[in-house]
């Protein structure tokens, strides 16, 4: 049994003062009960304590690649595709030890920031000539040996990823280490499943990797999955011109008409949507996985989110390449991109939650909990015991309480104001510092000097 008393926490009613949480042994939440005195032996946590927030999306070795790819090239012509051939060159180098190291780093980071469960999507699974390492889930256990190392919920999405181009075009030589047929992928799924049945932090999903990479039979091969079921679609213009002149539909238009799409499914950025094709993800029950400050930096374009949360629609935040590794960071950038685009402000609030910066974490703990396939998002019994404790006196949040103060800390400053994060009550952030942060930042550094020799 764990225990802790907040000073404020922020329960499925709204904040409230003074609150017992207890915890089992398995770090599920067994009671959340405001206005009590702190029980002897309770963990104290003076400051505001919210929800800890899902990452639901994450390609972890980018990590290693964040901040290096900004470089002009000689045509001048940068887009998401030159990024992606600049991708392609650095993961030829790149080894199982530094894949490890990588994602042990960009784990820490997301704790330290407040997130306490990321979904890897995992498309790394070879060496550089395609060659499948003597463990063929080799890669994939690497990013489940991080998360057994900094304390982190995992839901591992190994990705399926088979083709080139929409519907069965031919991969190029930079694509062979992601490349499986269907039994390849299925040995990687169980030995991943065999290893997550010992994480009781870990769940298992697929990750379909895009129409670009697999086909529709490949699709059908994994409709009744349990899911989570995540997939990259309509990210970028180009992939829905492609995916227009192969099939005669957008990609989220034909992934609605042709597969049970419903709640076990997230469509990974959802850029380019139609009206249509927003109303029917938001009926589907499907979670648009937004990634606001990767999709700034590769220049994919604007989610429109009123239309979607008008129409019922959940949404979720991830990291993707990792450029930002926070979730105030994806949430800001999401608000202020629907402010310049609409010349407006206040866009997430409503008449019932005017605060943006709460409205903003509301949706995304509960699209997050969903995406991830995990009891995560609230502070109530059967959750797990995710926390994340915001210290009330630091500048960026003093003299701010309740709602206004998750706009200050989503829309002011840069130092975080993180204190304590736990994981299914085990505390493993404290005063901002996660208990590994150097040995695993010394890691990483030599992970980084040896990929840049
Ligand atoms: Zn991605």
Known sequence: MTVFHAAQALLPGGW??????RADAGGTVIAALPDTAPPEGAERLPGHVIPGVPNIHSHAFQRAMA????RRSPAGRDSFWTWRETMYRFVARLTPDDAEAVAAQLQVECLEHGFTHL????????????TPYADRAEMSLRH????????????LLPSLYRHGGIFGATPSPGQRPFLNDIDGFEAILARCAEAVREMPRARLGIAPHSLRAVTPAMLAHFADHPGPIHIHAAEQLREVEECLAATGARPVEWLLANMAVDARWCLIHSTHLTGEESRGLARSGAVAGLCPTTEASLGDGTFDLPAFAGAGGAVAIGTDSHVGTAPREELRQLEFSQRLRSLSRSIAADGASPHPGRALLDAVLRGGARAAGAPLGAIAPGTRCDLVELDG?????VPHQGDALLDAWVFSGQSSPVRTVAVAGEVLVRDGRHHGHEAIAARFRAAMRRLAA
């Open 67 to 70: 901040g290096a790819a900004e």
């Open 119 to 130: 979904a890897e999507f995992h498309y790394l699974h070879h060496q550089p000539d395609g």
């Open 16 to 21: 409230a003062r003074d609150v017992t949480i």
């Open 144 to 155: 489940l040996a991080a998360a057994r190392a900094t304390g982190i919920g995992l839901t």
């Open 393 to 397: 006196a630091h500048p960026t949040l």
